[in-house]
């Protein structure tokens, strides 16, 4: 891992000749451009965010959030305002998107105002551990749903869940390295499938309401909490719901390959995320008008116990939707997750082979393998949801110190031209809401947030010894050369050709939108 051009373009030789690769030359050695290909439009980046917020979570775990509020109603207001302070961190991801358009998220905002070591950790903690620990978790959710059928008086076996989570996960692999058109068909399709099923909830819980249903709703019960209310509480409450709509920035992830990006990019935002909060608010109403509160937090699939007591002889259909949204977040995941590892490797923070892409394709395939596979070793390890709590801090983090960086970039340079400039009132509410969200969940859980951030800062001695040492011994390059010419002929990649337009920052007047 080396930051200097030189040590890129020795390494960057064609897959065919070992010729020197120079701007996308083909096996003719005329030029042709290569680059990442421009397929997501609207829908698309709406059914990216709409399909990587919208999991299993709404459908397994909305007790949760009950559990913390200790009460119906609250728990309501809870989810309403877990969309608001996702729709202000998405507004300032608008903001640093349409101004720092490049791929990668979190990740190339925090680089590009930070410096090399901030972003670094980020990616470091993202790529090995916090990613392929959501998609194993994801994929295990997926294979014991489609398994529980067989095994309806237990639990699926252990290697039965690991080995059908495996096939999943190689099959959304290889359709990623294929096309991106089919990724994103495949991703408009399953994003489709979730609202459906989310609508038919609804529907039925609407149904039941104008049947008179509704006792845990109304105002007198619905406030009746089942035990004191503490701030500890009311944050961990807040917490649940902030991780029923993580995903909210995986757009931003891949947005060199969104159509006119600049207008795209904060339209899909604008749409998405007040049709999730909308969509997750009316869901939960729905459940209480056919549970109470108490059958609510006694169940561990909240969707399927509302299938048995209203679908009858259809009460298959909830088991087949939360199959079927966690294979659509597996595959939104791996979409996303594999643009920011091209995006580190393309800032010399990871082997230059992951900033590859296929010569006909133009799929990044080594960084595509390079998820599926580390999210292989986190299902073979086993301790997924121990890890979860670990990176759920790094996540949030994550956020926090993205959106300081937007008001650390206006300071910075104020001269510099955003197509859309927050009100500095939205950046400055998110991170109240994050210290005081981050602050309890030190003080509640240290042992948690202190490994988090461990597991963090072990990647400091490694940015120093791989990326920021710049004069290696020369054998080390000649090891990465030849490593780098291997993984070309067998993925048969290149280095694409960046567009420096739609890649860097604005510096001459356009027209600004002001939120």
């Not at 298959?316 to 659509?328: C, E, R, Y």
């Not at 920011?340 to 590859?356: D, I, K, Q, T, V």
Request: hydrophobic fraction near 45%; glycine fraction near 8%; charged fraction near 15%.
């Amino acid at each position: 891992m080396d930051g200097t051009e030189a040590n890129r373009r020795n390494c960057a030789k064609t897959p065919e000749s070992g010729a020197l690769l120079d701007s996308g030359t083909n096996q003719s050695g005329s030029k042709e451009r290569v680059t990442l290909k421009k397929e997501i439009g609207l829908l698309s980046a709406c059914a990216i965010i709409i399909g990587n917020i919208i999991g299993s979570g709404i459908f397994i775990s909305p007790k949760g959030v009950l559990e913390h509020a200790g009460s119906v109603g609250f728990s309501l207001i809870v989810w309403v305002l877990g969309g608001g302070i996702c729709a202000l961190g998405s507004l300032c991801y608008a903001e640093l998107g349409v101004t720092i358009p490049k791929s990668g998220g979190d990740y190339s905002y925090v680089t590009e105002i930070f410096g090399g070591l901030v972003g670094f950790l980020l990616l470091w903690s993202a790529v090995w551990i916090m990613y392929p620990t959501t998609l194993a978790v994801i994929a295990l959710t997926f294979s014991n749903y489609v398994l529980q059928p067989a095994f309806p008086n237990c639990l699926p076996p252990y290697i039965a869940t690991r080995l059908l989570s495996t096939i999943c996960i190689l099959l959304l692999t290889w359709v990623n390295c294929s096309s991106v058109r089919w990724a994103t068909r495949i991703q408009d399709f399953f994003t489709i499938g979730k609202l459906l099923a989310l609508v038919l909830i609804i529907v039925v819980g609407m149904v039941q309401i104008c049947k008179g249903h509704y006792d845990a709703l109304e105002p007198q019960t619905a406030f009746e909490f089942i035990r004191d209310p503490s701030v500890g509480q009311i944050a961990l409450a807040f917490l649940q719901a902030s991780f029923a709509f993580s995903g909210w920035n995986f757009l931003n992830y891949v947005t060199e390959e969104v159509v006119e990006p600049r207008k795209n990019l904060p339209r899909a935002i604008y749409i998405s995320i007040p049709l999730v909060t909308l969509v997750y608010t009316l869901t939960n109403i729905a459940y209480f008008s056919s549970m109470t509160p108490e059958e609510l937090l006694a169940s561990n699939a909240v969707a399927v116990t509302f299938g048995e007591k209203l679908l009858g002889m259809f009460s298959w259909v909830m088991p087949i939707s939360v199959a079927l949204s966690t294979f659509g977040g597996i595959n939104g995941y791996l979409f996303t997750s594999s643009r920011l590892c091209f995006s580190g490797a393309r800032e010399g923070h990871l082997p230059y082979l992951l900033a590859m892409i296929h010569l006909k394709n133009c799929t990044p395939i080594p960084a595509l393998l390079v998820c599926c596979t580390a999210t292989i070793v986190i299902l073979c390890i086993g301790e997924t949801h121990n890890l979860i709590n670990y990176v759920s801090f790094i996540n949030y983090l994550s956020y926090g110190v993205t959106i300081a960086g937007l008001l650390y970039y206006r300071w910075k340079k104020p001269k510099l031209v955003r197509p859309i400039k927050v009100n500095l009132i939205v950046p400055i509410s998110y991170l109240v809401f994050w210290a005081v969200l981050l602050g309890f969940s030190l003080y509640s859980e240290p042992v948690v947030c202190g490994m988090g951030l461990v597991i963090m800062l072990t990647g400091v001695p490694i940015y120093f010894i791989g990326v920021h040492w710049t004069e290696k011994p020369r054998w080390i390059y000649s090891v990465v050369e030849r490593v780098t010419y291997l993984g070309q002929k067998v993925c048969y990649v290149v280095f694409p050709q960046d567009d420096p337009s739609e890649t860097e920052p604005l510096t001459e007047k356009t027209e600004k939108s002001e939120l």
